[in-house]
Structures are given as C-alpha cells and as structure tokens.
C-alpha cells in the first residue's frame, strides 16, 4: 500500500483541483457538487457489488480487480472533495469538525482500497477479504456519521 500512496497523494492533488475548477466555475455550486458526490457514492456501490464477486480468486481476476478498484479510488477522492449537505444547528467550530471527520473517513476508505490493490497485485485472497469487511464497516460509519436523513 505504502508504495501506492505517492500515486494515489498526486492524484488526490489533481483530481480534486479538476473537479473543484469545474465545480466552481458554476453558478449551482452546491446542486452540482451534490450530484459529483452522488455520481462518486454511485461508483464506490458498483465497486463494492463488483468486488465481492472477484475478490476469492484474485489470480484470475486480477484485471478486473485493479479496474475496479481503480475506479473506486477515483470516487473516493471526488467524495473527499465535494461537499456534502451539512447536518444543520452546528456551532461554526463544530461544523469545521464535521467537515475534517467527513474527509477523514474517506481517507480511511481509500487506504482500504489502496490495501486492496496492494493485495490484488500480491494475488492475497486472505488480505483481500479482510480489506473488503473493512470497506463495509467505513461505509457503514460514513452514513451513520455523514449521511443526512
Ligand atoms: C464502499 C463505500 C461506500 C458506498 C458503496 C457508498 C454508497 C452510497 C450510496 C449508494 C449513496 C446514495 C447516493 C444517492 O443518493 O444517489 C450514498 C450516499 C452518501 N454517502 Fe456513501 N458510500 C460509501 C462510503 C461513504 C463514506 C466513507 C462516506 C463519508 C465519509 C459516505 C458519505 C455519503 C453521504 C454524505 C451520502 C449522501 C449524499 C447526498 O445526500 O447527496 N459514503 N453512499
């Protein structure tokens, strides 16, 4: 995963400079980051049901794999970068916090998808299938924490 990280840290700097130039050149601000944001949790989904199917058999599947973990990583770096609705009667400091633990969790989600990848290449079905419950248990927390009613 470590040697992965420098590739995934310069894409987080472009991608999210991509996209934040395009989003902010909107007069919709926020209507357009929302659907970045749900085009981006649209992707993690696919990839999660995808995953599940692929990950026992890692040799054979390894092409796949990488493709759509690839893609999940993509996402997730969207995500970290759109803004989410924001839960409402939050002190300004609170607020911040919330903002910080939202991009942190999404961190997390992209270095379980970073192990997955290191694992893919490493043909490990065991590592594959612990880093995929880590998935389940960091999308759980995000939308315990993050997700609006
Ligand atoms: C494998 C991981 C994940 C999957 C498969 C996933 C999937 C989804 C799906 C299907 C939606 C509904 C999108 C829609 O309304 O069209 C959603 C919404 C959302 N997710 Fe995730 N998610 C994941 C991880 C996370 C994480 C880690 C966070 C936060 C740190 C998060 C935050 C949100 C938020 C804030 C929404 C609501 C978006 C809105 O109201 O516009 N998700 N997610």
Do not use: C, F
């Amino acid at each position: 995963m470590l040697k992965l990280l420098p590739i995934a840290l310069s894409a987080g700097l472009l991608i999210p400079s991509l996209v934040g130039g395009l989003l902010t050149a909107s007069q919709d601000d926020a209507e357009q980051e929302t659907s970045a944001l749900e085009e981006s949790m649209g992707t993690l989904k696919r990839g999660q049901r995808g995953l599940k199917k692929l990950i026992a058999e890692p040799a054979e599947n390894q092409a796949k794999l990488m493709e759509m973990l690839i893609s999940m990583e993509a996402a997730s770096l969207i995500a970290m970068t759109a803004k989410p609705p924001e839960p409402k009667d939050l002190s300004e400091t609170d607020l911040a916090l919330w903002h910080v633990g939202y991009r942190q969790t999404l961190t997390n989600l992209l270095g379980t998808i970073l192990t997955m990848e290191d694992a893919t290449l490493r043909t490990d079905a065991k590592a594959l299938a612990a880093a995929y419950k880590e998935l389940g248990k960091t999308k759980k927390a995000g939308h315990e924490e993050y997700q609006q009613d």
